[in-house]
């Protein structure tokens, strides 16, 4: 499908980003809390200003409008919000059964009952999970993951782990991921990244370079 | 029937009631006498005054300080409405969403009163201009100030509802309306529920003031039915104007909400 494509860009923390992913590639973020790892996904996804050239394959930012922007790079953050009582009013209504979506339900540990759910009645874990559900029925060409898997326990972290895999390999998406977790960064077999003095390095250890400039 | 003149010993035993209610407040430490004294205050100066402008304008037919008048109604009502806002919008916003959306319903629905409904010759004839234009500035300003309170106060406080919308691709208008229609309803609420109750529960004032000063009951009625459409009127498109321009604002061209637009919250 398509890369991911970030040249120079300026958020409210760093300065003159760039930041290749390719489509179907696995890239890891990390760095000290406040670095700005957040507000690079946020400013990727168009939701706060900033200066610079995204591309999603070979489509610009400013190109077209910004929710159809937001449709194709999709962004999962660290805490979701929740605009309906029921969690089934949070899936758009046509896509129910068409793209499978008790099928990814069920990868994600819950029954297709889940959607009469109350959102007040859910736990963080469960927020978290389903807020990764209403995202890829959006089937997003480029994933931006925000502390995915820091509410789960061991076994929905690995389901987690497992359906965005499958999601990366399925559909070509390029996955850019904020993760705290080392181990899951190991785990996963990424290009692992830090961010350091406001600029994006290959992390310590990791191996690869920035990718295109080993 | 005929109007009995009150002197200023009646005006001075009602406003002896205010003060024996703010002695109450001040022994007793509610907190209101201050608020209270300085409101009636207010209150006596500013309808003395307008009394005595009223009772010159009356005497001429020159639209210009009519006009003036009008002008000076509308900008003390857009202060009003700023006041009332707990997070304002920055810079000009802040005052110019309330007064556009005054304007556009408040002269709006006066001058269609007064020329179709009325048929008041000059239009702009005093007598009916000014009390009109004041009944419906002072309930379009009420309606407009609570709603876009509303819609500032809960956008705020709803940041995360809103931007996870935006993020899964919605429209800033899908991901603001179940906010806007909220917003509208806690505006109009005390007008729907002033004609609901009207003539069973409340003599409304208008319609009280006419009987009072002699009017046939049936004419004060129908007056006050007039009035009360132009006040649900004026007041829905008010506030739908300025909710309208109020969460265009809250987000930017690329649909992005940008709660920086609203100064920080006082009290």
Known sequence: MSALRVQALDTAVLRSVDLQVEAGELVFLSGPSGAGKSLLLRAIADLDPSAGQIWCGDVGRSSIPAPVWRRRVGLLPSESGWWDEQVGGHFPARVHDRLGLSELLARLGFRAAVLDWEVRRLSTGERQRLALARLLVNRPEVLLLDEATANLDPDNRGRVEAVIADYRAEQAAAVLWVSHDREQRLRMKGRRLTIRDGRLEPEPGAGTGLGLHP | ?267
């Open chain 2, 1 to 267: 029937m005929s109007l009995i003149s009150l002197g200023s010993l009646d005006l001075a035993l009602a406003a002896g009631l205010v003060l024996l209610l703010s002695a109450l407040s001040w022994r007793h430490r509610l907190g209101v006498e201050r608020r209270m004294l300085i409101a009636a205050a207010r209150s006596t100066v500013q309808l003395v005054l307008l009394g005595l402008v009223l009772k010159v304008l009356f005497e001429t037919t020159h639209p210009a300080p009519i006009l003036l008048l009008a002008l000076v109604m509308l900008s003390v009502a857009g202060w009003e409405v700023l006041a009332r806002q707990q997070r304002r919008y920055r810079g000009l916003w802040g005052y110019g969403i309330g007064v556009l959306s005054m304007f556009l319903s408040s002269f709006s629905v006066t001058v269609l009163a007064l020329t179709l409904m009325i048929r008041v010759e000059p239009w702009y004839q005093p007598q009916y201009l000014i009390p009109l234009l004041g009944m419906l500035l002072g309930n379009t300003m009420n309606g407009i100030a609570i709603a876009l309170d509303g819609l500032t106060r809960q956008a705020h406080d709803a940041r995360d509802r809103i931007e996870a919308q935006l993020m899964l691709g919605a429209t800033w208008g899908e991901a603001i309306a179940d906010i806007r229609r909220d917003a509208l309803r806690s505006g109009l609420i005390p007008v729907v529920n002033a004609m609901a109750t009207a003539g069973l529960v409340s003599l409304p004032g208008m319609m009280t003031g006419q009987i009072l000063a002699g009017s046939p009951p049936m004419e004060a009625a129908k007056y006050q039915l007039l009035i009360m459409f132009l006040i649900a009127a004026g007041t829905g498109f008010g506030s739908v104007a300025a909710l309208w321009i109020g969460s265009r604002r809250l987000f930017d061209e690329r649909s992005r909400l940008r709660l920086d637009r609203l100064a920080s919250g006082r009290r």
